[in-house]
């Protein structure tokens, strides 16, 4: 949520920097709203004023003997007149809340406006693989490998899911492992949270009320009191800080977790999106941190940072892509991806997506951090993906691919596979 006072100070700065993201917002009724609302305060204290100066009366006019009941009708007057006001302010303050969360975070200056056409390559690592055979694809390597079954998963769960087999389960498990591994090793915070969460985990995190229908609701469709399949751990994580006062001192705060994703991927499947792409299930090992604001921009430095490196301790060809304005999610001031190449799709995809909300994240769950002697101010949040197994599981199938149809393990997890160096095709 945006801190109403940037729009109250500049309206016009603020309509400019959402209109980079496509958005167009006219903040004149807000503000009427917002003029409406102090008048309504100012009013009201005026009347409470008045009743505790004419209350004070009543005790020396009882004393005098004086009819007090025209004071008691008056006090009467004043306390509907207040309760009318009152309510009022409440719808009013409603109107504006409804409005500032259905906001975008304001993206940085240094992002580029408009959609994905305008994303920015930062770094490529690496070099595209080159065969001097015909490659295979990866749903057809994992296939004949006995890693992944198909058929199988979409009968059990339908489109959009898939069951890991004999080495293909231990593979996705030791990468998971490899990744928790890393990030733990370096000081990070191992957290295993629910996938069930209640809404108002969601609405922390920016997906509500907007963006409803992209999950998995357990109990209904969206409503306050309803619970839903997490979309991704950052959502858990972003969370478990609400409505708390920290210490400056207990910042940075550096959490790691893993879970399954639920998302409720809408329309229908492309070809480039077949196998392992697209689904509405996979692995994720995610990275949230708690940072003072000066704070922020070193954090961020540092989980695109991690996030590079385990792709770049897998040996894996990628690049790094800074997002316009408008392909940043909803809750986010900027975000850069790091996108691993796919050979037989001729693309690069997303593994990981690091992400800064600034204070945005902070001000709709209430996180807040004191320093010594000041009032509390909100701190920031990010989140990176460290990293989203769906697609990095296709893209060692495709990278370590060899003649004779085997796939070589990365070094980094021939540990995590008790020492398998590689995957061989079933006889």
């Not at 958005?23 to 100012?42: H, K």
């Not at 009013?43 to 209350?55: G, L, V």
């Not at 004393?63 to 025209?70: A, L, N, R, T």
């Not at 993206?107 to 065969?131: L, M, Y």
Request: proline fraction near 5%; hydrophobic fraction near 40%.
């Amino acid at each position: 949520m945006l801190d109403f006072n940037l729009i109250k100070a500049d309206p016009q700065q603020v309509a400019q920097a959402m209109a980079k993201r496509g958005f167009e917002v006219d903040f004149t009724e807000v503000l009427g709203l917002d003029g409406q609302r102090r008048s309504l305060i100012a009013d009201t204290e005026a009347m409470k004023a008045e009743r505790n100066r004419i209350s004070a009366q009543i005790p020396q006019m009882k004393k005098q003997g004086q009819d007090v009941q025209p004071i008691f009708a008056q006090m009467r007057e004043l306390g509907d007149a207040i309760k009318a006001n009152d309510d009022k302010l409440q719808q009013i303050e409603g109107q504006i809340r409804a409005f500032l969360e259905a906001l975008p975070n304001i993206p940085d200056s240094d992002i580029p406006s408009g959609g994905k056409e305008n994303n920015r390559v930062i770094s490529v690592w690496g070099q595209k693989p080159v065969f001097d055979f015909e490659p295979q694809n990866h749903v057809d390597l994992a296939t004949r490998l006995g890693l992944i079954d198909y058929p199988r998963g979409a009968k059990l769960a339908g489109s959009g899911y898939w069951l890991y087999t004999g080495d293909g389960a231990r593979l996705e498990w030791a990468l998971v492992n490899y990744f928790i591994s890393r990030h733990v090793q370096d000081g990070w915070q191992f957290i295993l949270p629910p996938h069930q969460l209640t809404y108002q985990a969601g609405y922390t995190a920016g997906q509500f009320p907007k963006f409803d229908d992209e999950v998995y609701w357990l109990n209904g469709t969206g409503a306050p009191d309803q619970s839903f399949m997490l979309p991704t751990a950052e959502t858990a994580l972003v969370n478990l800080h609400r409505d708390e006062i920290l210490d400056a001192g207990q910042l940075p705060l550096k959490y790691v977790a893993y879970t399954p994703c639920y998302r409720l991927e809408a329309g229908s499947y492309r070809a480039e999106e077949r196998g392992m792409i697209r689904g509405h299930q996979f692995n994720k090992v995610e990275m949230v941190q708690y940072t003072l604001p000066e704070d922020s921009d070193r954090a961020f430095e540092e989980m695109v940072g991690r996030a590079q490196m385990l792709v770049q301790e897998l040996g894996l060809h990628y690049r790094l892509s800074q997002l316009a304005a408008g392909d940043c999610s909803h809750s986010m001031a900027r975000t850069y991806d790091i996108e691993i190449w796919i050979p037989s799709m001729q693309v690069y995809k997303e593994v990981s997506s690091a992400s800064n909300a600034r204070d945005y994240q902070a001000r709709r769950g209430n996180m807040r951090v004191r320093r010594a002697g000041e009032k509390p101010i909100f701190m920031h949040t990010l989140n990176a993906s460290g990293l989203a197994t769906s697609r990095v599981f296709p893209a060692i199938l495709e990278q370590y691919q060899q003649r004779d149809g085997s796939v070589i393990v990365p070094k980094v997890l021939v540990p995590f596979m008790g020492g398998q160096e590689i995957l061989r095709p079933r006889a």
